[in-house]
T-cell receptor
Framework: EDKVVQSPLSLVVHEGDTVTLNCSYEVTNFRSLLWYKQEKKAPTFLFMLTSSGIEKKSGRLSSILDKKELFSILNITATQTGDSAVYLCAVEFWSGTASKLTFGTGTRLQVTL | DTEVTQTPKHLVMGMTNKKSLKCEQHMGHRAMYWYKQKAKKPPELMFVYSYEKLSINESVPSRFSPECPNSSLLNLHLHALQPEDSALYLC?????????????FGEGSRLTVL
């Protein structure tokens, strides 16, 4: 069965801290891994990763994929209260008839002053 | 226009009602999706449409009936729902269904079944 597992499930940090969120997966016909941020409503896209070892960066956020060990990490440096959200990892794979996206359980991040 | 628009934002219905959720995108995307999200859980895939044809049904009960009248619109018809069907229903689209990459999500329709 295809599965995506995130850790930790929740995390509380102080503003300015650096956090690392983990995502491991077991799927057949892997295509890509995506990170989303979800505050109150729709998930918003952060990164898409398809190749191992190539870091993607956007401001204080960065992410990397390891296709051999089947995991990805999302780093957030100098955290701010606005980073408080649920961070979802999703893996895209080919089901035989269509490409599907399966989400992990998410990591709930709370950044305090 | 990079938006996926969902209506209504909130819906309360009884178990005998018939209602519909609507989703619209004008990005020229050819793949559209319905996801269901319960509180504090990740989104779960329900249906995938590719070029207006249903390509994936994740064993969703028949009381949920999707419809894709054209490439810009996606509906979810609801009938005889149960209280456990209360959830946030998210619509999403992507340029193609093969190697979808990023999904563009709407803000969701929050459904309460009494």
């Amino acid at each position: 069965e295809d599965k995506v597992v995130q850790s930790p499930l929740s995390l509380v940090v102080h503003e300015g801290d650096t956090v690392t969120l983990n995502c491991s997966y077991e799927v057949t016909n892997f295509r890509s891994l995506l990170w989303y941020k979800q505050e109150k409503k729709a998930p918003t896209f952060l990164f898409m990763l398809t190749s191992s070892g190539i870091e993607k960066k956007s401001g204080r956020l960065s992410s990397i994929l390891d296709k051999k060990e089947l995991f990805s990490i999302l780093n957030i440096t100098a955290t701010q209260t606005g980073d408080s959200a649920v961070y979802l990892c999703a893996v895209e794979f080919w089901s035989g008839t269509a490409s599907k996206l399966t989400f992990g359980t998410g990591t709930r991040l709370q950044v305090t002053l | 226009d990079t938006e996926v628009t969902q209506t209504p934002k909130h819906l309360v219905m009884g178990m005998t009602n018939k209602k519909s959720l609507k989703c619209e995108q004008h990005m020229g995307h050819r793949a559209m999706y319905w996801y269901k999200q319960k509180a504090k859980k990740p989104p779960e895939l329900m249906f995938v449409y590719s070029y207006e044809k249903l390509s994936i049904n994740e064993s969703v009960p028949s009381r949920f009936s999707p419809e894709c009248p054209n490439s810009s619109l996606l509906n979810l018809h609801l009938h005889a729902l149960q209280p456990e069907d209360s959830a946030l229903y998210l619509c999403a689209s992507s340029p193609q269904v093969i190697a979808t990459g990023e999904l563009f999500f709407g803000e969701g329709s929050r459904l309460t079944v009494l």
